[in-house]
């Protein structure tokens, strides 16, 4: 089986059937969530397992963006500038998941959509590094130019990533620390085993999602620099 067969038809596949099942684990799978004083928690808990899947996700794009961007500098193939553009509009999309599902989630559980603590802070401003770092490739023209910048600010920027995620250990937040504490109900911590396998299991949907998406997005991308070389000799 050829890559082009695996990332076009069995890579989508193997994806949309583990988000489905990753789906049915979150509603149907997990048990009723109790908060500190016994009291059954409502459904809004399950955001989370949606929200920090993405998260994960859109910091695995933003580190492919980061490595393809150190390979096009180190290599001046131009198929790695095609890998950091397509990550990042992928990753784009996921950084903004981030902030929606994150702001649901805290007007669930704290009662306010956004406040400005360390965690929600960093997101944003990983989420408007990355759209202005594909606002720099739409502003440059030259090919060679544009790939070269692009690098360097793949490269530079990806230090909101850890900035990001480090953010609740650097700084005091009111977001939980969701590995490493005693309980969810205290605000942090994830115990049990259905808790632990759901969200497994929803990592490994949303990155598949996410290697999909970007794979049918180099895909056409390389088609369109081949119709653009073709174009250009046939002038």
């Known amino acids: 089986m050829s890559d ?12 949309a059937a583990t988000m489905l099942l990753a789906i049915g684990m979150i509603f149907f799978y997990l048990p009723e969530m109790k908060g500190e004083s016994g009291e059954v928690l409502d459904s809004s808990f399950r955001i989370f397992y949606f ?9 695995l794009a933003f580190t492919a963006v980061f490595v393809s961007s150190i390979l096009y500098l180190k290599s001046s193939e131009y198929k ?6 397509s990550a990042a509009e992928v990753g784009v999309i996921f950084a903004f998941l981030v902030l929606v599902t994150g702001s649901i989630w805290a007007k669930a559980t704290w009662g306010w959509y956004w406040i400005w603590e360390p965690r929600l802070t960093t997101s944003l401003a990983l989420f408007l590094v990355y759209v202005a770092y594909l606002l720099l490739r739409q502003a440059v023209d030259v ?17 909101s ?3 990001s995620f480090l953010s609740i250990r650097l700084w005091r937040s009111a977001h939980p620390l969701m590995f490493g504490e005693a309980s969810y109900g205290s605000g942090g911590g994830l115990e049990g085993t259905s808790l632990q396998l ?20 180099i ?3 390389k088609l369109e620099e081949e119709a653009n070389t073709l174009r250009s000799t046939l002038r």
Not at 4 to 15: D, E, H, I, N
Not at 51 to 59: E, F, L, Q, R, V
Not at 143 to 159: E, H, N, P, Y
Request: net charge positive; glycine share 6%.
């Open 4 to 15: 082009r067969s695996f990332t076009g038809k069995v890579l989508p596949l193997v994806a």
């Open 80 to 85: 790695w500038d095609i890998v950091s553009r």
């Open 51 to 59: 929200h920090m899947p993405i998260a994960i996700t859109s910091y």
């Open 143 to 159: 090919q060679d130019k544009r790939a070269r910048l692009a690098s360097v600010f793949g490269i530079l920027g990806f230090v």
């Open 219 to 221: 895909g056409n991308e």
């Open 198 to 217: 759901t969200l497994i299991v929803n990592i490994i949907a949303f990155i598949l999602v996410f290697a999909a998406i970007t794979s049918y997005k």
């Open 161 to 163: 990533v850890p900035l």
